[in-house]
């Protein structure tokens, strides 16, 4: 099953815009949608969360992280109204290192 590159649902049945060859594979409602081909981008980060007893699948761009390790986000208003601080660090072991799995994190940060 494939994932929509503008919007990360499942999709059963791949459409490339325009019926031409592309790498950029979009579900019906991005398709019919009217934003334009180049206005479709994955989200920087999605947290899916089903249970308290599960564990969660976070997608960074777009792309799975296996291997999780540690998943942190952080946001805050100054005063109710502004945004304040906005973060996130993902911490997984790339588990294709092996015997032992290298640990990575991917971290970024916004001060407004």
């Known amino acids: ?3 929509c590159k503008g919007c990360g649902r499942e ?3 791949s459409r490339n815009p325009g ?3 592309s790498a950029r594979i979009i579900c019906d409602d991005c398709y019919n949608s009217s934003r334009s081909l180049s206005d479709v ?3 920087l980060l999605v947290i899916e969360v089903k249970d308290l007893n599960s564990l969660p699948v976070i997608k960074l761009n777009g792309k799975d992280v296996s291997g999780l390790v540690e998943v942190s986000y952080l946001w805050s208003t100054k005063d109710g109204l502004t945004p304040g601080r906005h973060e996130y660090a993902v911490e997984h072991g790339d588990l294709e290192q092996k015997p032992i799995p290298i640990i990575k994190t991917v971290k970024e940060q916004r001060m407004h």
């Open 1 to 3: 099953m494939d994932r």
């Open 11 to 13: 999709i059963n049945k």
């Open 19 to 21: 019926d031409k060859p």
């Open 41 to 43: 981008t994955p989200p």
